[in-house]
């Protein structure tokens, strides 16, 4: 699940940098929303993903997403 790899890349936070890493989660956890929403409704709500990624974000220590970012994660459609 995201979770785990969420853990591997904060192994690697300190090598790939604070920005990357924050791309990278966010991204992660993005595609799994994205995927659940598909999945259980058919369509995606953008904003909620927004609001759940940024949650996940800022219990880990990192910056939040703009929605833009969101919008230009390739897995939501």
């Known amino acids: 699940m995201y ?9 690697v936070r300190s ?3 604070e920005d990357l ?5 966010a991204s992660v ?3 799994h929303y994205a995927t659940a929403m598909r ?4 369509e995606i709500n953008k ?3 927004l609001s759940l990624v940024n949650l996940h974000l800022r219990e880990i220590g990192v910056e939040e997403v703009s929605y833009g970012f969101i919008r230009r ?3 939501v459609g």
């Open 29 to 31: 956890i993005t595609e």
């Open 21 to 25: 890493f924050r791309r990278i989660c």
């Open 47 to 49: 904003t909620m993903i």
């Open 39 to 42: 999945t259980r409704h058919g």
């Open 73 to 75: 994660v390739d897995k």
């Open 3 to 11: 979770q785990e790899k969420i853990k591997s890349l904060e192994v």
């Open 15 to 17: 090598d790939i940098g």
